[in-house]
């Protein structure tokens, strides 16, 4: 971002799984939860869920009429509760070494005290 200490990221994560698909083995990434955590402090100071789709079952079947109700779609889907607060003792991160830049979510960082 060419600002000292500030970083952008971007998320890939599967949403849903069809019956012939690449990587069967791994399995459905949803919902997503966020935690902003403080190192310093050792403690989550807050975050959210995103649902792949609605999660009261309301997913519509036809594209959206307008940029107004994509987000709005989009804002429905995101929950600013359900992630884990209070105090975690973070694991120290593996790089893999063939892929330094990219973080796996895939694996477990956190441990509960």
């Not at 997913?59 to 009429?65: E, G, K, L, Q, V």
């Not at 359900?82 to 105090?87: I, N, V, Y």
């Not at 990219?102 to 960082?109: A, F, G, H, M, S």
């Given at each position: 971002?060419?600002?000292?200490?500030?970083?952008?990221?971007g998320?890939?994560?599967?949403?849903?799984?069809?019956?012939?698909?690449?990587?069967?083995?791994i399995?459905?990434?949803?919902?997503?939860?966020?935690?902003?955590?403080d190192?310093?402090?050792?403690?989550?100071?807050?975050?959210?869920?995103?649902?792949?789709?609605?999660?009261?079952?309301n997913?519509?079947?036809?594209?959206?009429?307008?940029?107004y109700?994509?987000?709005?779609?989009?804002?429905?889907?995101?929950?600013?509760?359900?992630h884990?607060?209070?105090k975690?003792?973070m694991?120290?991160e593996?790089?893999?070494?063939?892929?330094?830049?990219?973080?796996?979510?895939?694996?477990?960082?956190?441990?509960?005290?």
């Amino acid at each position: 971002t060419g600002t000292e200490g500030e970083g952008v990221a971007g998320i890939r994560y599967r949403a849903w799984q069809p019956p012939s698909c690449l990587h069967p083995t791994i399995p459905v990434d949803g919902p997503l939860v966020f935690d902003f955590y403080d190192t310093w402090m050792e403690r989550s100071l807050g975050g959210g869920t995103y649902y792949i789709g609605h999660p009261g079952g309301n997913n519509p079947a036809a594209f959206p009429i307008n940029a107004y109700e994509a987000e709005s779609r989009r804002a429905s889907r995101f929950f600013k509760m359900g992630h884990r607060g209070g105090k975690r003792e973070m694991i120290p991160e593996e790089p893999n070494p063939h892929y330094p830049m990219t973080l796996d979510l895939r694996r477990n960082r956190t441990k509960t005290p």
